[in-house]
């Protein structure tokens, strides 16, 4: 399966690349993008490179996308992420691997529009890439597989209304959400129940291996940032969830309903409406994911990590 890797790199999204990329994986990563997000969009870049240098992913192109929402200020997720948004592990200043010459629009598009079978695309950060491409060039919907997407909820994480990628950029998230295009989405709900806990990374650093070793540092930090921020006892893996879907369809379980994204709410911003029992009398246009068999996540997860030493 083709899929195009939109991200903000971002703890959750450095480990969506690495399971992407394992060996146990059937995706074929045509390119990875880069959007603002948890991070400025130059560091998410750069994040981005860092991790492909660090799997050895060289044969994948990486392009730098859009600075900031398409409407509003930016925001960052220094909170959760820390200041370079992959704070915790050791990383080389420089990469070896360079993002190329293009736009990350421009390169969604191409890939859309030459492509020989359809594309899924994975938004792990804001929709601000996937509404620009959207809008510049139409057409490319046909190309489009899905939109498998980490974002929104019934509650948020940023505001008591939003979740933080679709609050980036309710507008974005708004274009995608009315653009006809099949999209699963991965919100709060089911992701808050994926936690990675300290025995995670115990049973990580029993594997070692050096991307074993990455993954463990990784988490380290993100567990001890949830703590701190929310007082969780673990840290939620987000963005894993839309790739280990896309590897074991089997894992998580959906309901198909009708979300519609609050652009104009004083307190109610960038709120995923979801309406669960058909109200609004809208069609359904969103297969939302709601629970997923543990073992199977783990064991993926785990699988994913220890193919690196294989």
Not at 42 to 54: F, I, Q, Y
Not at 179 to 200: R, W, Y
Not at 229 to 242: L, V
Not at 269 to 297: C, E, R, S
């Amino acid at each position: 399966m083709k899929v195009i890797l939109d991200c903000d790199p971002g703890h959750d999204d450095a480990i969506a690349i690495i399971l992407a990329a394992s060996r146990i994986s059937p995706l074929e990563l045509e390119a990875i993008t880069t959007v603002a997000g948890n991070v400025e969009v130059e560091k998410n870049t750069l994040n981005a490179l860092k991790v492909c240098d660090m799997i050895g992913l060289e044969s994948v192109p990486v392009a730098q996308g859009a600075t900031g929402p398409l409407v509003r200020k930016a925001v960052i997720a220094e909170e959760i992420h820390g200041e370079s948004g992959l704070d915790g592990p050791k990383l080389p200043r420089h990469p070896s691997k360079t993002a190329i010459d293009q736009h990350a629009v421009d390169v969604i598009i191409e890939k859309l529009l030459t492509t020989n079978e359809p594309i899924t695309l994975i938004p792990t950060g804001p929709l601000t890439n996937i509404a620009l491409a959207l809008i510049k060039e139409p057409r490319i919907k046909n190309n489009i597989r899905e939109i498998v997407l980490m974002g929104g909820g019934t509650f948020g994480n940023w505001t008591p209304a939003a979740e933080f990628n679709i609050y980036v950029d309710a507008e974005a998230a708004k274009v995608v959400f009315e653009s006809g295009i099949p999209i699963k989405m991965f919100g709060l709900d089911v992701t808050h129940q994926v936690l990675a806990t300290k025995q995670t990374v115990a049973d990580l650093k029993s594997i070692n291996h050096t991307i074993a070793t990455f993954v463990s540092e990784l988490l380290s930090f993100f567990i001890q940032a949830y703590k701190n921020q929310f007082d969780f006892d673990g840290g939620p893996i987000h963005d894993a969830c839309t790739v280990a879907h896309l590897i074991d369809p089997t894992i998580f379980t959906f309901d198909h309903v009708h979300v519609d994204i609050e652009t104009k709410g004083e307190y109610s911003y960038g709120m995923t409406v979801i309406d669960k029992h058909g109200v609004t009398g809208k069609q359904p246009n969103v297969y939302i994911a709601k629970g997923l068999d543990q073992g199977k996540f783990w064991s993926l997860f785990y699988n994913a990590i220890a193919s690196y030493a294989e």
